[in-house]
């Protein structure tokens, strides 16, 4: 079993950055993908950004070019750099990992933009 721990929420100013933090434990094999998704209120969970194990990364349109996903594979930690933050940033983020055949979430963490 895998759990996953999101942390680094908080409340911002538009214009302004945060760093999401996720901790992986349990049993993990080689060619993990871990990525982050969010939902905003009265939306759908959708896909923010992703990495794979070998370093590749992808993200959706609305976040290119503000944030940045990275992962240390050793301390099984995936981060999410997000600068330059609007309002429809809003949202849970939630943290997701899928390994072995396997999807796993977080509980996600509150990001609210706001002045």
């Known amino acids: 079993q895998v759990q996953l721990l999101e942390s680094g929420g908080d409340l911002v100013q538009p214009g302004g950055s945060l760093r999401l933090s996720c901790a992986a434990s349990g049993s993990i094999f080689s060619g993990v993908v871990m990525g982050w998704y969010r939902q905003a209120p009265g939306k759908q969970r959708e896909f923010v950004a992703r990495?794979?194990?070998?370093?590749?990364?992808s993200y959706a349109d609305s976040v290119k070019g503000r944030f940045t996903i990275s992962g240390d594979n050793a301390k099984k930690m995936v981060y999410l750099q997000m600068n330059n933050l609007k309002s429809e940033d809003t949202a849970v983020y939630y943290c997701n990992l899928i390994n072995g055949g396997h999807e796993y979430w977080g509980q996600g963490t509150q990001v609210t933009v706001s002045s």
């Open positions: 990495i794979f194990s070998g370093g590749i990364s």
